[in-house]
């Protein structure tokens, strides 16, 4: 597994693990990162990203981005 920072523009992955303490996997999961979903890397910017999840362009910073496994 690699952190969600690894993967490039235009990748799509799909989430295998959410790592972090519970309320940070909670957080997660309502913003749609959830097991077996597909996650699109739209853009990369500064180590921060801008992904595609159930729809929904979302912005996450790096140390976010690094929690979510593909």
Known sequence: MMP???AN???TVTVKKITGKPEIRQHMAEMGFVVD?????ISRIGGNLIVRVKD???AIGKDMASKVMF
């Open 37 to 41: 979903e597909p996650v699109t890397v």
């Open 9 to 11: 523009s235009g990748e």
């Open 4 to 6: 969600l920072t690894m």
């Open 56 to 58: 929904s362009r979302v």
